[in-house]
C-alpha cells in the first residue's frame, strides 16, 4: 500500500512472486544494478514494459562520458558539468561521477561492451560533446553506443539468469522449476518482459515491501499480480512522452516518476526538461518519438545555420555549436523566432559520404528513410524533448525517501545533472549510481514485513486518449518556452482533465477502463502537473527552465532545488461518503536551503523550508 493512500485504479493481484530485489527497467541503470545484486547473492526480478532492449538506452548515439583520454582528468570533468549544470549541481554527487566513473567503464567492457578504438593503436577512441573542453566521450557502431551497452547488458543478465517463463503472462517459474545452474553464493536473476508496473507495496511501517504490475500475456487485459522483495530499484527511464515531441520511446510515460509520488517519495527539479538541440524535424504537427541527430555531429565539427547559410551560434558562446545543450537549445529557438522559421540547419556535407558512412551509420539511415541526404545537403533540426534532468530525489546511494525504494537513471534526481545535463553523463550516471545501489543493498539488508493489502482506490483513471492532450497542453504551455501566462493556462488545463474524470466517477460511478493506456495517461498527467507547478514557481531562467517574463538567473533567491511531495487522501477534502477525491491530490512544494541536496534522505524525518512554501493544488 503506497504511504499517501493515492494508487491507479487496478484489479486486485491475482498471482504473487518473491525475489530479494525487484528491478524496474532495463536500461543501462536497471540491468547494472541487477547483474552487481545477483553477483552478490541475491534473487532479482527485472520488471521491463515491453521487451529487454525497448527502453531509452538503445536510443544513446552518442556515446558515455569519461576521463579516458591522455592529459583528461576527474577535475576537469567535474568542472565541465558544474558549468553546465548552472549552478545546482550537487558538487560531491558529480565529484562521485567523475572518479568513479573511469573504472566503471572499464567493468563495463569487462562485462562485454565494445567501444570504437583507433586501428593503428588499439586505443579506445573519443570524441567532443556540447559542453566538454576535451574530447572524453567514448562511441561504439560510431553512432550506436547504447545500442551496444544493451546488447552486452542483455547477453549477461541472460547469461545469469533463468529461461523465460511459460506460465500465464510471462510470470516466472516458481523457485526450482526451471533455471541455469550457478555458483555457490551466485544469485539469479528472472524476467518479467511487457509488464506494466502499477504501484509500490508497503509493510505497517511504511517500509518498501515488493510492488503490483500488470503482465501483458497475449490476449488479456487481466495479468496484476505482485512481485514481493526486501528492495524496490526504480530504472524506468524518462517521461519524455510528456511533450508531443521527443526523442524517447513510447514508453517513457513518467511511471518510476509517478509511482514514487503515489508512494510518499520526494521529486526534485522536474521543471528542468532537456530540449535536444538537434532533432530531425518532420513538420511542426509530428508527434511522438523523433530521430535524433547526435551532438557527436556538431563535435566532428558540423556547423548550425539559418536558411541564408550563417552560423548564428558564433559569437553566442566560446564554445559555438558546442555550448551546453541548453544554451544551443535557445539559440536555435531565438533564431527561429527572429526568421520566422520553423527549424534550423545542421550542415555536414563537408564530412563526405566516407565519414557519414562510417562514423554516423545509424544518423545517416535516419535522414535517408526521411528523404534527406546529410552528404548532399544540410539537415533540418529542431529542439524536442529530450532527458529529465530531475526526478525521484535520492541520495549518494541511490536511496529515496521511502526506506528501501531506490531510484537510479534517468529517473533518479542525484544532484549530478543539475539544471542541465552535461552530454554524455546520462549513460555514466546510470553505471555509477547502479553499482552504489547495489553495494548498499548488499551492505544493509532489509527484512520488511508483510505487505499490507491495499484499500479500493478511490481515484478515478483517466481515458486513454487523454495522453495526447496532456502533450499538446505541455508543448504549448511547458515547452522551451515558458511564461507565467502559459503555465498557469497548462495547470488550469490539466486541473479541468483530472476534475471531469473525477466528476464521472462520483456522479455516474463511471471511471475509464484499467489498462496500460489508461494508467499511462494518469501518470502522464501527474506527472505533467508537477512539472508545470515547479516551472511555475521558480521565476527565473535557468539551464533548460526557460521563462520569458524571467529572462534572467536570479542566484540570490533560486539557486536551490524545488522538492515535491504528494499529500495523503486525509489533506486533499475528500466528497460526503469518501467516495471520490474532489481534487486530483495536493502537492506541497518546498525549496532546499542551498544547491546542495542534503547528506542523506531521512523518512519520516524534518525536512527544511523556506519561507514561502505553500500548498499548490
Known amino acids: 500500500m503506497s504511504t499517501t493512500g493515492i494508487r491507479l485504479l487496478a484489479p486486485a493481484p491475482g498471482w504473487a512472486h518473491e525475489a530479494d530485489v525487484v528491478v524496474v ?22 520488471v521491463t514494459k515491453a521487451h529487454l532492449d525497448d527502453g531509452s538506452t538503445r536510443w544513446a548515439q552518442g556515446g558515455i562520458a569519461a576521463a579516458l583520454g591522455e592529459g583528461d582528468t576527474p577535475a576537469q570533468h567535474l568542472d565541465d558539468t558544474l558549468v553546465a549544470g548552472a549552478g545546482l549541481c550537487d558538487e560531491e554527487a558529480v565529484r562521485v561521477l567523475v572518479t568513479e566513473g573511469p573504472d566503471a567503464v572499464r567493468r563495463l567492457m569487462a562485462t562485454g561492451a565494445h567501444f570504437d578504438t583507433s586501428e593503428t593503436t588499439g586505443e579506445i577512441l573519443l570524441t567532443r560533446e556540447g559542453g566538454h573542453h576535451r574530447r572524453r566521450i567514448a562511441h561504439a557502431g560510431g553512432d550506436a553506443t547504447g545500442a551496444e551497452i544493451s546488447r552486452a547488458l542483455i547477453e549477461a543478465v541472460r547469461e545469469a539468469g533463468v529461461p523465460h517463463a511459460e506460465g500465464q503472462g510471462g510470470v516466472p517459474h516458481a523457485e526450482g522449476q526451471g533455471g541455469v545452474p550457478h555458483a ?33 500475456g497475449e490476449g488479456q487485459r487481466d495479468g496484476v499480480g505482485s512481485v514481493r522483495a526486501r528492495a524496490v530499484v526504480l530504472a524506468t527511464g524518462g517521461m519524455g512522452q510528456v511533450f508531443s515531441a521527443t526523442t524517447n520511446p513510447s514508453v517513457s510515460t513518467g511511471d518510476g516518476v509517478a509511482l514514487a509520488l503515489r508512494a510518499g517519495a520526494e521529486v526534485s527539479d522536474l521543471e528542468f526538461v532537456q530540449f535536444h538541440p538537434t532533432v530531425l524535424f518532420l513538420g511542426a504537427d509530428a508527434e511522438g518519438q523523433q530521430p535524433l541527430v ?50 534550423m540547419y545542421l550542415d555536414g ?18 535522414c535517408r528513410a526521411h528523404g534527406i541526404d546529410p552528404v548532399t545537403e544540410p539537415i533540418p533540426v529542431a529542439p524536442a524533448a529530450h532527458y529529465a534532468s530531475g526526478g525521484v530525489r535520492t541520495d549518494l546511494r541511490g536511496r529515496t525517501t521511502v526506506p528501501g525504494l531506490y531510484a537510479c537513471g534517468e529517473v533518479a534526481c542525484t544532484g549530478v545533472h543539475g539544471a542541465n545535463r552535461l552530454a554524455s553523463n546520462s549513460l555514466l550516471e546510470g553505471l555509477v549510481f547502479a553499482e552504489r545501489i547495489a553495494a548498499d543493498i548488499a551492505a544493509h539488508p532489509a527484512a520488511p514485513g508483510a505487505p499490507v493489502i491495499p484499500a479500493p482506490s478511490r481515484f478515478p483513471l483517466l481515458p486513454s486518449e487523454a495522453r495526447y492532450g496532456i502533450q499538446r497542453i505541455m508543448t504549448r504551455g511547458a515547452g522551451v518556452l515558458r511564461s507565467a501566462a502559459s503555465l498557469e493556462e497548462a495547470a488550469e488545463a490539466l486541473h479541468r482533465m483530472y476534475a471531469d474524470a473525477a466528476e464521472l466517477l462520483e456522479r455516474d460511478g463511471k471511471t475509464a477502463e484499467p489498462c496500460v493506456e489508461t494508467w499511462e495517461a494518469s501518470n502522464l498527467c501527474l506527472v505533467a502537473r508537477v512539472l508545470v507547478e515547479a516551472a511555475r514557481r521558480r521565476e527565473e531562467t535557468r539551464g533548460c527552465h526557460w521563462r520569458e517574463d524571467r529572462p534572467e538567473r536570479d542566484d540570490a533567491t533560486w539557486r536551490r532545488h524545488i522538492v515535491a511531495t504528494l499529500d495523503p487522501p486525509a489533506s486533499h477534502g475528500l466528497r460526503p461518503g469518501g467516495a471520490v477525491p474532489a481534487a486530483p491530490a495536493t502537492l506541497t512544494i518546498r525549496t532546499t536551503d542551498t544547491a546542495d541536496f542534503a547528506p542523506g534522505p531521512l523518512p519520516g524525518g524534518p525536512h527544511p523550508t523556506r519561507p514561502g512554501t505553500e500548498q499548490q493544488r
Do not use: Y
Not at 536500461?27 to 527485472?46: D, E, F, I, P, S
Open 294 to 343: 547526435s551532438e557527436a555531429v556538431r563535435g566532428e565539427g558540423a556547423h548550425l545555420v539559418d536558411a541564408d547559410g550563417v552560423r548564428f551560434m558564433q559569437g553566442q558562446h566560446e564554445l559555438a555549436e558546442l555550448a551546453p545543450r541548453d544554451i544551443v537549445a535557445k539559440g536555435i529557438t531565438r533564431r527561429m523566432q527572429e526568421t520566422g522559421a520553423e527549424h
Open 25 to 46: 527497467g532495463s536500461g543501462v541503470a536497471g540491468l547494472t544494478v541487477a547483474l552487481r545484486c545477483a553477483a552478490q547473492g541475491a534473487k532479482v526480478t527485472v
Open 184 to 216: 555457490e553464493g551466485q544469485g539469479r536473476i528472472e524476467l518479467i518482459e511487457n509488464a506494466l508496473v502499477l504501484d509500490l507495496l508497503t509493510d505497517a511501517a511504511g517500509n518498501t515491501a515488493g510492488v503490483t504490475l500488470h503482465v501483458m
Open 349 to 366: 556535407r563537408h564530412f563526405g559520404a566516407e565519414m557519414w558512412s562510417k562514423r554516423f551509420p545509424t544518423i545517416l539511415a535516419a
